[in-house]
């Protein structure tokens, strides 16, 4: 069974560029999540899709971050402008339907440096 | 969210078995437990959930009190491998059901 697939893998902009990372969940995965995780910290989650209807996007700065799911498959995440503190790594992952009971499964992440 | 509290730092000798504790005394009757590991550089990985009952996978075991108040994680052969962070979550069964992740616990193997 293939993975949830992230790209790219590394990126390095300078502050105020803008940037997008792209997301492939499992197949047939209804749920997809976007997660921020700073070093030496946790993932925190930035928004949650059931099909392409954002769930929960209480933690995404709107002002600067934007996500989409046109067609309820795959997905992208954007920064504009990114500033310093953006420099993390954005973990993807997706469930079946998004239930308590289902585990997710993360992709490898995108690690993204700004400069 | 129920929080969880773990132990920051855990040792643990190769080939011994890894008892990994988890404090969630705010937990609520139909909340689950679940249990993820992060090798550095990697997302996290999917290792067990439970509810009420004792779990076990090819992985690991899940131990949960009868109060639900407090569980361990048990990995039963440590190898080298199994260094990592690991992230105790408590997921309620409503709303969003959101995968709240905390600090975890950062396990070393050591040979």
Same mark, same amino acid.
């Given at each position: 069974?293939?993975?949830?697939?992230?790209?790219? +893998?590394?990126?390095?902009?300078?502050? +105020?560029?803008?940037?997008?990372?792209?997301?492939?969940?499992?197949?047939?995965?209804?749920?997809?999540?976007?997660?921020?995780?700073?070093?030496?910290?946790?993932?925190?989650?930035?928004?949650?899709?059931?099909?392409?209807?954002?769930?929960?996007?209480?933690?995404?700065?709107?002002? +600067?971050?934007?996500?989409? +799911?046109?067609?309820?498959?795959?997905?992208?995440?954007?920064?504009?402008?990114?500033?310093?503190?953006?420099?993390?790594?954005?973990?993807?992952?997706?469930?079946?339907?998004?239930?308590?009971?289902?585990?997710?499964?993360?992709?490898?992440?995108?690690?993204?440096?700004?400069? | 969210?129920?929080?969880?509290?773990?132990?920051?730092?855990?040792?643990?000798?190769?080939?011994?078995?890894?008892?990994?504790?988890?404090?969630?005394?705010?937990?609520?009757?139909?909340?689950?437990?679940?249990?993820?590991?992060?090798?550095?550089?990697?997302?996290?990985?999917?290792?067990?959930?439970?509810?009420?009952?004792?779990?076990?996978?090819?992985?690991?075991?899940?131990?949960?009190?009868?109060?639900?108040?407090?569980?361990?994680?048990?990995?039963?052969?440590?190898?080298?491998?199994?260094?990592?962070?690991?992230?105790?979550?408590?997921?309620?069964?409503?709303?969003?059901?959101?995968?709240?992740?905390?600090?975890?616990?950062?396990?070393?193997?050591?040979?």
């Amino acid at each position: 069974e293939a993975g949830v697939a992230q790209s790219p +893998r590394y990126k390095i902009i300078e502050k +105020r560029q803008s940037v997008a990372f792209w997301c492939n969940p499992i197949s047939g995965h209804a749920t997809l999540y976007w997660y921020q995780q700073i070093l030496g910290q946790g993932p925190k989650l930035l928004i949650q899709f059931q099909n392409n209807g954002v769930v929960d996007d209480s933690q995404l700065p709107k002002d +600067r971050f934007s996500a989409e +799911r046109l067609k309820g498959v795959d997905s992208t995440l954007k920064i504009q402008p990114a500033k310093l503190e953006d420099s993390a790594v954005y973990l993807c992952a997706s469930s079946l339907t998004g239930k308590a009971n289902e585990k997710l499964l993360f992709g490898s992440g995108t690690q993204l440096s700004v400069l | 969210d129920a929080k969880t509290t773990q132990p920051t730092s855990m040792d643990c000798a190769e080939g011994r078995a890894a008892n990994l504790p988890c404090n969630h005394s705010t937990i609520s009757g139909n909340e689950y437990v679940y249990w993820y590991r992060q090798i550095h550089s990697q997302g996290p990985q999917y290792i067990i959930h439970g509810l009420k009952n004792n779990e076990t996978n090819e992985m690991a075991s899940l131990i949960i009190t009868e109060d639900r108040k407090s569980s361990t994680l048990i990995l039963p052969h440590a190898t080298l491998r199994d260094t990592a962070v690991y992230y105790c979550i408590v997921r309620p069964p409503e709303g969003a059901q959101k995968l709240v992740f905390g600090q975890g616990t950062r396990l070393t193997i050591n040979p």
